[in-house]
């Protein structure tokens, strides 16, 4: 079935509306006329160590508030497809390279049991179907439970994610582009430990890229 078919008939069940405020659209919406022009493009510079880009759809303030929320409820699926397409379009423009494979953050064990699903993988997967490139969430596992990062300052999330992942399939990204998901980028912390850890690897490159990156610390507003 081809994917304009299977939202149409998606759409029929669960009708289609903006994540970030309810209102109704067509089969093929992402976010509402409103919250779209109320949303802040990310405009910023983030430098991940060993990478070769990183890229963001958005600011993390109130304005993507409610999609991030909805995210993690457990009931996320509209939402990862309307942050993977704003963010599809940002990587279709910013990265020139041929990537060879998607793959993502794993998200934190408990929280992903109660939710059901990993809400990183949940938009790698879309993403995936955006850009017509496999993805493959079972490169990187979590081998330490850490306490979670929003909870600490920027020097202890610095410390807490050390050893914290394995890539578990290196054959899978030696000599490959990968292009690594979160859903926010607070202090990079995280996607600076795996990006190493990928190019440690073998990775030919590793570009990282995110729903929605914070403000410096000074201008958080969220
Ligand atoms: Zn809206």
Do not use: W
């Not at 998606?10 to 992402?30: K, M, S, T, V």
């Not at 910013?94 to 109660?114: C, E, L, M, Q």
């Amino acid at each position: 079935m081809d994917g304009k078919l299977k939202r149409a008939i998606l759409h029929y069940f669960f009708p289609n509306r903006c994540p970030e405020c309810g209102e109704l659209l067509d089969a093929e919406g992402y976010f509402c006329e409103t919250c779209t022009a109320d949303m802040n493009v990310y405009s910023g510079q983030t430098e991940i160590d060993g990478a070769a880009g990183f890229f963001a759809a958005f600011d993390y303030d109130e304005n993507v508030k409610n999609s991030i929320y909805l995210l993690k409820s457990g009931n996320g699926a509209m939402a990862a497809r309307a942050f993977s397409h704003y963010l599809a379009e940002v990587i279709r423009e910013g990265i020139p390279d041929v990537i060879d494979i998607i793959t993502s953050v794993p998200g934190h064990k408990r929280k992903v049991r109660i939710r059901g699903y990993d809400q990183t993988r949940l938009i790698a997967d879309a993403l995936s179907e955006e850009l017509g490139i496999p993805s493959d969430n079972k490169i990187i596992v979590k081998v330490k439970a850490i306490p979670e990062q929003k909870k600490l300052s920027a020097d202890d999330r610095k410390k807490n994610v050390i050893d914290a992942y394995k890539v578990v399939s290196p054959e899978k990204v030696k000599g490959r582009t990968i292009l690594l998901i979160d859903d926010i980028c607070t202090t990079g912390s995280t996607l600076n430990e795996i990006t190493s850890l990928l190019v440690r690897s073998g990775a030919e490159r590793v570009f990282c890229a995110v729903c929605c990156k914070t403000p410096p610390p000074e201008k958080s507003s969220v």
